[in-house]
């Protein structure tokens, strides 16, 4: 297992962007993902990416959002634009090893073994 590491996370008005990190992966993964959790809600996936680069979202971030990795550093990052106050919530970046040949993005929490603990983001309107 190994421990990941978020920043980025802060406070910004509707229609605003912030820009997530992740570090700690290492070359042992080759799944990651961004969730989040919004207060009195289940952690839901945001986006996905292997190390090919090839790229997975879920519906409420299409358009908005950007997920990147840079192999060299292990870092992951998550480009969020056009926020909302909808998109206020606990950011977590997870990881995981699969020996299959895509990732297959169902984005559940189940798949993940590896956890950050989180930044926030809080989008007042």
Do not use: H
């Amino acid at each position: 297992q190994v421990q990941l590491v978020e920043s980025g996370g802060g406070s910004v008005q509707a229609g605003g962007s912030l820009r997530l990190s992740c570090v700690g992966f290492g070359p042992t993964r080759n799944c990651m993902a961004w969730f989040r959790q919004a207060p009195g809600k289940e952690r839901e996936g945001v986006a996905g990416i292997n190390r090919d680069g090839r790229t997975a979202y879920t519906d409420s971030t299409k358009g908005r959002f950007t997920i990147s990795i840079d192999n060299a550093k292990n870092t992951l990052s998550l480009e969020m634009n056009s926020l909302k106050p909808e998109d206020t919530a606990m950011y977590y970046c997870a990881a995981r090893w699969t020996s299959a040949g895509d990732c297959v993005w169902r984005f559940s929490t189940a798949d993940f073994p590896d956890w950050g603990q989180g930044t926030q983001v809080t989008v007042s309107s």
